[in-house]
């Protein structure tokens, strides 16, 4: 099962879309933990505001992370969008 999924990653994908992907992915987590680490520093009143932005931040990093690999992806069947 392990080795099926290591195939689809590493067989079945664009690596130049994975690069960004990896890029967007460990931004989002320093972001996140930077974000995490200031709200551990501030009063309370302060404080959900910035555990509110880590949060949307992490979400977002997560979502544009799939959203790439998910374009890299090159399986057996012709995929494609229609732009117009």
Do not use: K
């Not at 689809?8 to 879309?17: A, E, K, N, V, Y």
């Not at 404080?47 to 979400?59: D, K, P, S, Y």
């Amino acid at each position: 099962m392990m080795l099926e999924i290591m195939g689809c990653i590493i067989g079945q994908r664009d690596p130049w879309l994975m690069l960004p992907a990896l890029g967007v992915c460990l931004l989002g987590l320093i972001a996140l933990f930077l974000l995490h680490d200031r709200a551990e520093e501030c009063v309370e009143v302060r404080r959900r505001n910035w555990v509110a932005l880590a949060a949307i931040t992490g979400g977002v990093s997560i979502w544009c992370t799939h959203f790439l690999s998910m374009l890299a992806y090159r399986g057996p069947l012709p995929l494609g969008f229609d732009l117009p």
